[in-house]
C-alpha cells in the first residue's frame, strides 16, 4: 500500500525517535548511507514496542522501503552494498529538532562553501548588469540562494558548537573528587572529544569568518565584498546593500565562536597536561620494567611484580589495568622459617649494637680504650694517605687489598665498607664512582664471610 508523501513525514515526526536512532548510527559511523539491515532492525524494535495492532500496521505503510522509496524519502537503494541513503533534506530536518545532532561544519564543507562563493563572484564579473539579461537574473537568484544558505549553515554551526561545549563542560566539571579507573578513562575520551572539535570545527570556522585572514586564497568574506563592489559599480546599490547585511549576519556569529573557543581552551590545556602525565607514567614503568630484568637474578625473576608488556600498547594501563594481574610469589621450602628469621633478627641487632658510634664511659668521665673504633680511626687514616688514582676497575677490591695488608690479623670483611665509605668522603668530590650492575654480583671472600656488592669503577 503506497502513503502519500505528507502522511509518511508525519509519521516519521510523530516517531521521530526513530530516525534519530538512524541518524545517530550515521554519525557514529561517519557515513552518509546506512545498512538496510540496521535499518530494519531499528524499525522492527520500534514495533515491538508498539501496543496497538492498527498503529503498527499504519507503520508497516509508511515505513516499508518500497513506500520510503516510491515518496521519494530514501534518495538511493543499492540492493549490491545493502545500503539506503535518506534524502539530506529530510535529514536535516530531524537535525533541527534536536542541537545536539546538528552537524558543524568541517574544513572540507567550509572550503566548499568558499568555492561557491569565488565561482558567483567569477560568474558576475563576466556578466552584462541589466534586468533583460537573462543570465545575470539566473546568477543574481543563485547568489541570494547561495547567501541564505551559507548564513543558515553558519547559524546551525554556531548552534552545534554552543551545545557541544555545553556538553562537555558539564561532563567534565561534574566531578572534582579522585575517579575510579573507569571513569578516568571516560573522562580521557571526553578531553579527546574536546581537540577533535576545537582542531576540526572551531579553528575552521574561525578561519573562514576572519576576515583579516591572509592566505594563499581569499578569505571567504572578502570574496563577498568583491561582489559587492561589482553591484554598487554597476549601479545595484539596493542589492549591494542586502548582500552586505548577509555579510554582517554571518560575521555576527564569530564572537559567539571564539567564546565557544575560550571555553574549550581550558579542556585543551587539561588535555595536554593529562597527555604528559601518562607519557611520564608509561616511561618511569618502562624504565622501572627494563631494570628490574637487568638486575634480577634469583628464582623471583618473571614471577614478581613484572611481566613482559608490548611497549607499544602499554600506555596507561602498565599501571593500572595489568596492576591487577601482578602476583608476588615465592616458593616456600619445608622449613619453620619463623625460627630463621628470628636468628636473622638477633644478628641484625647484634650487628648494629657493634657498629654504634656511641661511646662507654666510666664513672670518671675518661673514655676507655675501644678496640673497635681504634681499628675505624686507622682504617681512616690509612684512607687519608693512601695513593689510589684514577682509573681503578674495582674500588672495594682495591680498598680490600689494602686493609688486608695494613691491619693483618686485625682485619675483618665488615671494615671493607667502612673504608669504602671513607674513600667516598675523601675522594668523591674530585673523582667520579660508577657503579656497574652485573649478573652474579661481584663477591670477595674472607675467612668465613662473603661480600656481595655492585663494582665501582673509579674514574675521571
Same mark, same amino acid.
Given at each position: 500500500?503506497?502513503?502519500?508523501?505528507?502522511?509518511?513525514?508525519?509519521?516519521?515526526?510523530?516517531?521521530?525517535?526513530?530516525?534519530?536512532?538512524?541518524?545517530?548510527?550515521?554519525?557514529?559511523? /561517519?557515513?552518509?548511507?546506512?545498512?538496510?539491515?540496521?535499518?530494519?532492525? %531499528?524499525?522492527? !524494535?520500534?514495533?515491538?514496542?508498539?501496543?496497538?495492532? !492498527?498503529?503498527?500496521?499504519?507503520?508497516?505503510?509508511?515505513?516499508?522501503?518500497?513506500?520510503?522509496?516510491?515518496?521519494?524519502?530514501?534518495?538511493?537503494?543499492?540492493?549490491?552494498?545493502?545500503?539506503?541513503?535518506? /534524502?539530506?533534506?529530510?535529514?536535516?530536518?530531524?537535525?533541527?529538532?534536536?542541537?545536539?545532532?546538528?552537524?558543524?561544519?568541517?574544513?572540507?564543507?567550509?572550503?566548499?562553501?568558499?568555492? /561557491?562563493?569565488?565561482? %558567483?563572484?567569477?560568474?558576475?564579473?563576466?556578466?552584462?548588469?541589466?534586468?533583460?539579461?537573462? %543570465?545575470?537574473?539566473?546568477?543574481?537568484?543563485?547568489?541570494?540562494?547561495?547567501?541564505?544558505?551559507?548564513?543558515?549553515?553558519?547559524?546551525?554551526?554556531?548552534?552545534?558548537?554552543?551545545?557541544?561545549?555545553?556538553?562537555?563542560?558539564?561532563?567534565?566539571?561534574?566531578?572534582?573528587?579522585?575517579?575510579?579507573?573507569?571513569?578516568?578513562?571516560?573522562?580521557?575520551?571526553?578531553?579527546?572529544?574536546?581537540?577533535?572539535?576545537?582542531?576540526?570545527?572551531?579553528?575552521?570556522?574561525?578561519?573562514?569568518?576572519?576576515?583579516?585572514?591572509?592566505?594563499?586564497?581569499?578569505?571567504?568574506?572578502?570574496?563577498?565584498?568583491?561582489?559587492?563592489?561589482?553591484?554598487?559599480?554597476?549601479?545595484?546599490?539596493?542589492?549591494?546593500?542586502?548582500?552586505?547585511?548577509?555579510?554582517?549576519?554571518?560575521?555576527?556569529?564569530?564572537?559567539?565562536?571564539?567564546?565557544?573557543? /575560550?571555553?574549550?581552551?581550558?579542556?585543551?590545556?587539561?588535555?595536554?597536561?593529562?597527555?604528559?602525565?601518562?607519557?611520564?607514567?608509561?616511561?618511569?614503568?618502562?624504565?622501572?620494567?627494563?631494570?628490574?630484568?637487568?638486575?634480577?637474578?634469583?628464582?623471583?625473576?618473571?614471577?614478581?611484580?613484572?611481566?613482559?608488556?608490548?611497549?607499544?600498547?602499554?600506555?596507561?594501563?602498565?599501571?593500572?589495568?595489568?596492576?591487577?594481574?601482578?602476583?608476588?610469589?615465592?616458593?616456600?621450602?619445608?622449613?619453620?622459617?619463623?625460627?630463621?628469621?628470628?636468628?636473622?633478627?638477633?644478628?641484625?641487632?647484634?650487628?648494629?649494637?657493634?657498629?654504634?658510634?656511641?661511646?662507654?664511659? %666510666?664513672?670518671?668521665?675518661?673514655?676507655?680504650?675501644?678496640?673497635?673504633?681504634?681499628?675505624?680511626?686507622?682504617?681512616?687514616?690509612?684512607?687519608?694517605?693512601?695513593?689510589?688514582?684514577?682509573?681503578?676497575?674495582?674500588?672495594?677490591?682495591?680498598?680490600?687489598?689494602?686493609?688486608?695488608?695494613?691491619?693483618?690479623?686485625?682485619?675483618?670483611?665488615?671494615?671493607?665498607?667502612?673504608?669504602?665509605?671513607?674513600?667516598?668522603?675523601?675522594?668523591?668530590?674530585?673523582?667520579?664512582?660508577?657503579?656497574?650492575?652485573?649478573?652474579?654480583?661481584?663477591?670477595?671472600?674472607?675467612?668465613?664471610?662473603?661480600?656481595?656488592?655492585?663494582?665501582?669503577?673509579?674514574?675521571?
Amino acid at each position: 500500500m503506497t502513503v502519500s508523501l505528507d502522511r509518511t513525514l508525519i509519521l516519521l515526526i510523530e516517531h521521530k525517535d526513530l530516525m534519530f536512532q538512524l541518524i545517530d548510527y550515521m554519525d557514529q559511523n /561517519q557515513r552518509k548511507d546506512l545498512p538496510t539491515q540496521a535499518f530494519y532492525n %531499528a524499525y522492527r !524494535k520500534k514495533t515491538e514496542n508498539l501496543g496497538s495492532k !492498527k498503529e503498527t500496521d499504519r507503520l508497516n505503510d509508511a515505513f516499508a522501503l518500497e513506500n520510503l522509496i516510491k515518496t521519494g524519502i530514501v534518495s538511493e537503494f543499492n540492493k549490491s552494498r545493502g545500503t539506503i541513503a535518506f /534524502q539530506p533534506a529530510v535529514l536535516e530536518i530531524f537535525r533541527l529538532f534536536d542541537k545536539e545532532r546538528m552537524r558543524g561544519l568541517r574544513s572540507a564543507e567550509l572550503e566548499n562553501i568558499r568555492v /561557491q562563493l569565488d565561482n %558567483a563572484y567569477q560568474q558576475h564579473e563576466h556578466l552584462s548588469f541589466a534586468n533583460d539579461n537573462i %543570465a545575470f537574473l539566473e546568477q543574481h537568484e543563485h547568489l541570494f540562494d547561495l547567501l541564505r544558505t551559507i548564513n543558515s549553515q553558519i547559524q546551525n554551526n554556531t548552534s552545534h558548537l554552543q551545545h557541544e561545549a555545553d556538553r562537555l563542560s558539564q561532563r567534565l566539571d561534574h566531578d572534582k573528587a579522585v575517579l575510579s579507573l573507569q571513569e578516568s578513562q571516560q573522562h580521557r575520551e571526553m578531553l579527546v572529544q574536546v581537540k577533535k572539535i576545537y582542531d576540526r570545527e572551531i579553528i575552521p570556522t574561525l578561519e573562514f569568518l576572519n576576515v583579516r585572514e591572509y592566505s594563499k586564497t581569499k578569505a571567504p568574506l572578502a570574496i563577498i565584498d568583491d561582489i559587492i563592489r561589482l553591484y554598487d559599480i554597476r549601479g545595484y546599490e539596493d542589492d549591494s546593500y542586502y548582500i552586505g547585511q548577509y555579510k554582517l549576519a554571518i560575521l555576527s556569529h564569530y564572537k559567539t565562536v571564539e567564546k565557544v573557543k /575560550q571555553t574549550l581552551h581550558r579542556y585543551l590545556r587539561q588535555e595536554r597536561r593529562h597527555r604528559l602525565i601518562y607519557n611520564a607514567i608509561e616511561q618511569a614503568y618502562l624504565n622501572l620494567q627494563s631494570f628490574a630484568q637487568r638486575t634480577f637474578t634469583e628464582s623471583l625473576k618473571d614471577k614478581y611484580i613484572f611481566k613482559l608488556l608490548d611497549q607499544e600498547s602499554l600506555y596507561y594501563k602498565g599501571l593500572k589495568t595489568h596492576a591487577a594481574g601482578q602476583e608476588a610469589r615465592i616458593e616456600w621450602h619445608s622449613r619453620n622459617h619463623r625460627l630463621y628469621f628470628e636468628e636473622y633478627l638477633i644478628q641484625q641487632k647484634t650487628r648494629k649494637r657493634s657498629e654504634s658510634p656511641a661511646q662507654i664511659k %666510666a664513672f670518671d668521665n675518661k673514655p676507655k680504650n675501644d678496640r673497635h673504633n681504634l681499628i675505624k680511626r686507622r682504617i681512616e687514616q690509612l684512607i687519608k694517605r693512601c695513593d689510589i688514582k684514577p682509573p681503578v676497575d674495582d674500588v672495594y677490591l682495591v680498598i680490600h687489598n689494602l686493609l688486608l695488608d695494613k691491619l693483618q690479623e686485625d682485619y675483618q670483611l665488615h671494615y671493607l665498607l667502612y673504608g669504602v665509605t671513607c674513600f667516598k668522603q675523601n675522594y668523591g668530590g674530585k673523582f667520579k664512582l660508577q657503579v656497574s650492575f652485573s649478573r652474579p654480583q661481584q663477591s670477595i671472600r674472607y675467612q668465613n664471610q662473603v661480600l656481595e656488592y655492585n663494582k665501582r669503577d673509579f674514574i675521571l
